[in-house]
């Protein structure tokens, strides 16, 4: 692993965590805000960018699909979670990202066991995978 990839890593794990813990709570859920926990960030080095995914612990349950853009034309993507029991979500509409950019979509899902993150390239057809994570 590279030194770049390395670092990438490192920061698209702390990108993904800072937007989840901006939630606002309600009273009722005041108190399971201290049981956010996020389990380790898993990424496939793709030619122009990181695709990863997280499992989120606590509220809200679920995963965190991301993808991070460094080189290349900008693309017009869409998130789906893919889970090995079968369950399978779309994120809510095609997005476009450029270079420069990240852009992440939280499935508030439950524990649906192990699951990755499928992106697909709406223009080619190309489908690109995260590995799979849990929830931890």
Do not use: H, W
């Not at 695709?51 to 679920?62: E, F, K, Q, R």
């Amino acid at each position: 692993m590279t030194l770049r990839r390395k670092l990438s890593s490192l920061v698209l794990a702390v990108a993904c965590a800072v937007p989840l813990t901006a939630f606002s709570a309600t009273e009722a859920q005041a108190g399971t805000m201290g049981t956010l926990g996020f389990g380790p960030t898993k990424c496939s080095y793709l030619t122009n960018g990181d695709l990863c995914a997280t499992g989120i612990s606590g509220s809200p349950d679920g995963y965190d699909a991301a993808y991070a853009k460094y080189s290349g034309s900008t693309v017009t993507v869409r998130f789906r979670l893919m889970c090995i029991n079968g369950f399978q979500k779309d994120d809510n509409g095609a997005f476009s990202i450029s270079a420069g950019q990240r852009k992440s979509f939280v499935f508030s899902v439950g524990d649906q066991g192990s699951c990755r993150v499928r992106m697909k390239d709406v223009n080619s057809g190309a489908y690109y995978y995260s590995p799979y994570v849990v929830i931890p």
